[in-house]
């Protein structure tokens, strides 16, 4: 009589915890400081003038400025008001602005995923 081997099914091990692909997060919404300070800098740069000069016409520090255009800092609404006027816009053109890049962000990230939610209000509503 042959002794033969028992039947024992292969066993992959599974791979550590740390070493599996990690779900991908979802995307992050841009803060609104972010996306004024990018039309702030994008108008400024296409009208070819310097953070000092824009500053100064705004009767704010430079830095500030620098600071609210990299959204680092979060500007009340004289600051934002006087920057927009200085950069020869008005507050509500340089909400809309941004409302516009926040609408541009949001569809094209929710495109993928869950369905962008539609509104009859085309407006821009801010709360104090």
């Known amino acids: 009589m042959t002794e033969q081997a028992p039947n024992r099914a292969r066993v992959i091990p599974l791979r550590p ?6 779900a991908a997060p979802p995307p992050r919404e841009p803060l609104w400081r972010d996306l004024v ?3 702030l800098r994008r108008e400024r740069l296409a009208q070819e003038r310097t953070l000092k000069d824009v500053a100064d016409a705004a009767r704010i520090s430079m830095p500030y400025l620098s ?3 990299r959204g680092r800092k979060e500007a009340s609404s004289e600051v934002l008001a006087a920057a927009a006027q200085a950069l020869g816009l008005g507050l509500g053109d ?4 941004a409302q516009g890049e926040l609408l541009r962000i949001t569809s094209r990230t929710s495109a993928g995923g869950r369905r962008a939610t539609t509104s009859s209000y085309d407006g821009l509503c801010l709360a104090a």
Request: proline share 6%.
């Open 17 to 22: 915890a740390a070493a599996r692909p990690a």
């Open 37 to 39: 300070g990018d039309v």
């Open 67 to 69: 600071e609210v255009e």
């Open 94 to 97: 340089l909400l809309g602005r």
